[in-house]
C-alpha cells in the first residue's frame, strides 16, 4: 500500500470517528408501532432512551453520510480482506443486521 492510500484510510477513520461523536449516542434499534413508519430509538448505557429523530442535528450528518450508496464498496472491501480489522467490522455489522 502506498502513502496516499494508507493517508486516504486514515483520513476517512477519523471522518467516522468525529461523524460518530457528533451523532445520537448508544445502541440504535428500531421500535414503534406501525410497522410502515418505524422510529429509530437509542438505547443508552446509563438504561435511557433518545428517538434519535428528535437529535436530528446530530444525527442526520451521520445517516446521510452512512447511506446506501457505501453498500458496495463496503461489500467489495469485506471480500477482498482477510484482515483482523475487516473481520472485526463484519462481525460488529452481523451483530447489527441479524440473519
Known amino acids: 500500500m502506498d502513502i496516499d492510500d494508507r493517508d486516504i484510510l486514515l483520513t476517512a477513520a477519523e471522518r467516522i470517528e468525529r461523524l460518530a461523536a457528533s451523532a445520537t449516542s448508544g445502541d440504535w434499534r428500531t421500535g414503534g408501532l406501525l410497522a410502515t413508519r418505524p422510529e429509530v430509538i437509542a438505547h443508552r448505557s446509563d438504561g435511557s432512551t433518545e428517538h434519535v429523530a428528535e ?42 443486521l441479524p440473519g
Do not use: H, K
Not at 457505501?70 to 460488529?92: C, I, K, N, Q, Y
Open 55 to 96: 437529535a436530528r442535528a446530530g444525527s442526520a450528518r451521520w445517516i446521510a453520510a452512512f447511506s446506501p450508496e457505501l453498500a458496495g464498496p463496503l461489500a467489495d472491501w469485506l471480500r477482498s480482506t482477510s484482515d483482523d480489522s475487516a473481520v472485526e467490522f463484519a462481525r460488529a455489522v452481523l451483530r447489527r
